[in-house]
């Protein structure tokens, strides 16, 4: 009995004394100061702009990334590349509609991590990313420095049947086609 006593003592100290080692801490992100941008590619050129985070943060083990989740503010879509009254709310209205990301029902997107893998910075980055209510796995590079982790993702839309204008679905769209894929450039900061 005495024996069971202080083999149990012994383990609860040697488990606290491992604990006390490794650091697990969560670091929300700064919204304001991290950016989201989009690149959207055609046949005859492309688009860009902005799109807002709305919340999130990053889990680190001692200084290696461990997680993290992110909401994205759809609403916030914006143009960069057109001038106002040159198209540029023309195709913001049209980015917001049901024929792309259909803001009025769908206002987030949200990305979830759900394995990394690497290590001094580096890592390899397997998520969920839900659009319009869908969800599928994506998996993207992503460097952490001091306090910014910056990622390139590239975005299949028509997983998450945003399938306007795709040469995938649609027949004779010759220059008018617009590719399945596009660019998001991230920066966080925390």
């Known amino acids: 009995m005495k024996k069971n006593i202080l083999?149990?003592?012994?383990?609860?100290?040697l488990a606290l004394s491992f604990a006390s080692f490794t650091t697990i801490f969560k670091k929300e992100l700064k919204v304001k100061e991290s950016t989201i941008t989009w690149k959207g590619h055609k046949v005859t050129g492309s688009h860009e702009g902005l799109i807002n985070l709305t919340d999130g943060s990053l889990s680190f083990e001692d200084k290696t990334l461990t997680g993290g989740s992110f909401v994205i503010d759809m609403t916030s879509i914006s143009?960069?590349?057109?001038?106002?009254g040159k198209g540029k709310e023309k195709l913001e209205g049209h980015l917001k509609s049901d024929d792309f990301f259909?803001?009025?029902n769908?206002?987030?997107?949200?990305?979830g991590i759900t394995s990394v893998d690497g290590k001094d910075g580096n890592y390899k980055v397997t998520g969920d990313l839900t659009i319009?209510?869908?969800?599928?796995p994506t998996t993207f590079e992503m460097i952490v420095n001091e306090d910014t982790a910056t990622a390139k993702l590239k975005v299949d839309r028509t997983k998450y049947d945003i399938k306007y204008g795709s040469a995938s679905f649609f027949d004779g769209l010759k220059d008018k086609a617009i590719y399945d894929e596009f660019d998001l450039n991230v920066?966080?900061?925390f």
């Open 102 to 104: 259909g803001t009025s």
């Open 7 to 13: 083999k149990s003592a012994f383990i609860v100290v």
């Open 132 to 136: 319009k209510g869908k969800t599928h």
């Open 106 to 111: 769908h206002p987030t997107a949200v990305l």
């Open 79 to 84: 143009v960069t590349d057109l001038e106002a």
């Open 187 to 189: 920066t966080l900061k």
